[in-house]
């Protein structure tokens, strides 16, 4: 029987009750209910986060997918859904998921264990990136140089300047452009010449034909590389994390089948969601309930989602919402991994594919008798406002 609370990354301070406040500068919404309100009103919020509000205007042909709002979002979002949707992912993907799973497993078990975090990130690299068409240097390389960008000073989105002195200002861009450059030169550059000789079903070959300058390309490559890969990193080792103590869970999962195990891991994610924090800014008059509670938020206020306290609110998600209870009963309208995936226009389109690709890689991994030798630390990460799991080393067979 699963403990009340079986969640294992909250920040330390972070109340999990779902409140809403307004504090200085941004209103922090916890409540499930008022936070859907926010992230659907279409055409009355914009883009916040992922330091979006900094991002130099004027520079690009094309405004990223992930910062860009109202009809221009629509129109992109509906031009790459094609590459994300279930039925895609199941029949053009998941054989690439299945080889992918068996090659670095066959290593692993070779070496008698794996760093976990390793062995997922490129697990889902290799996986993302045939998606998105970055196919044309070296699996290892490309990780390596994903992970190099996130090597950023710490910011606080709800301060001026994100609270960052000149020093750290300077810093972060010196650890941002030159990943960014040698990823553009290694991977991007490679993979653009390529699809413009031999245009394949990917997303750079799609971005190619709505007439993208490599710039923006290069842009929309390092959304997918955060959103696609390094995410379903944290989530597949959380979630192995979780399978691995929790004996019941486990046999619930091995026993299951394909829909089981999904069930499974949108219990978990909703649990432990892996972007922990969604940010918009008010440009119109918004009014958010819950129940018989309003609150009036107004033109430019910043509003802070916290997915950890909306994802276990029990108005929602039902009695002991901080456990473990694959497929549990939910209240109409709130979806099986909560806020996990975000709501409304920028509800993120590569769900299927990350609880997909998770699905395969864990389904073939636990038969691997897999068993922990160093259990994971626990570190966040700004960018993303979510956690990072290092060190954590099982051994196979």
Excluded at 117 to 140: I, K, N
Excluded at 316 to 332: V, Y
């Amino acid at each position: 029987m699963a403990e009340p609370n079986t969640r294992r990354a909250v920040p330390a301070g972070e109340a999990p009750e779902p409140t809403v406040e307004q504090a200085p500068g941004v209103w922090h919404i916890g409540s499930y209910e008022a936070a859907r309100q926010v992230l659907q009103a279409r055409g009355g919020t914009t883009q916040a986060g992922f330091t979006s509000e900094f991002v130099p205007k004027g520079l690009l042909k094309h405004h990223p997918i992930l910062f860009s709002d109202g009809s221009l979002h629509d129109e992109q979002r509906r031009k790459v859904g094609r590459f994300f949707a279930p039925r895609v992912v199941a029949e053009r993907y998941q054989p690439l998921m299945v080889d992918a799973a068996e090659r670095l497993l066959a290593d692993a078990v070779a070496e008698r264990g794996a760093l976990v975090e390793d062995l997922a990130l490129l697990y889902s690299v290799d996986v993302t990136r045939q998606v998105v068409g970055l196919t044309d240097s070296p699996v290892e390389g490309l990780a390596g140089r994903l992970v190099r960008f996130f090597n950023q000073p710490p910011f606080d989105i709800t301060k001026p300047d994100l609270g960052r002195t000149r020093r750290q200002w300077a810093a972060a861009a010196v650890n941002g452009l030159g990943p960014l450059l040698r990823f553009y030169l290694a991977d991007v550059r490679p993979a653009i010449r390529e699809r413009r000789r031999r245009p394949a079903e990917d997303v750079i070959s799609h971005l190619i034909a709505e007439g993208y300058t490599d710039a923006d390309i290069l842009v929309e490559c390092v959304t997918y590389g955060t959103a696609g890969m390094v995410t379903t990193r944290e989530f597949i080792a959380m979630a192995l994390w979780h399978l691995l103590t929790d004996a019941d869970l486990r046999a619930a999962y091995r026993d299951g089948d394909a829909e089981a195990r999904i069930a499974v891991l949108e219990e978990l994610i909703r649990l432990e969601p892996v972007v922990g924090h969604l940010y918009r800014r008010i440009q119109e008059p918004l009014a958010v309930t819950d129940g018989e509670r309003r609150w009036q938020l107004e033109p430019g206020d910043l509003v802070d989602v916290r997915v950890r306290q909306t994802n276990v609110d029990p108005a929602a998600i039902g009695p002991d919402p901080a456990s473990l209870c694959p497929a549990r009963p939910l209240a109409r309208g709130v979806h099986a991994a909560g806020l996990s995936f975000g709501d409304g226009a920028h509800r993120c389109p590569g769900q299927a594919l990350a609880l997909r690709e998770t699905e395969v890689l864990l389904t073939r991994l636990l038969p691997l008798d897999p068993t922990i030798l160093s259990e994971p630390r626990i570190e966040w990460d700004d960018l993303v406002a979510g956690y990072c799991l290092r060190d954590f080393r099982v051994r196979l067979g």
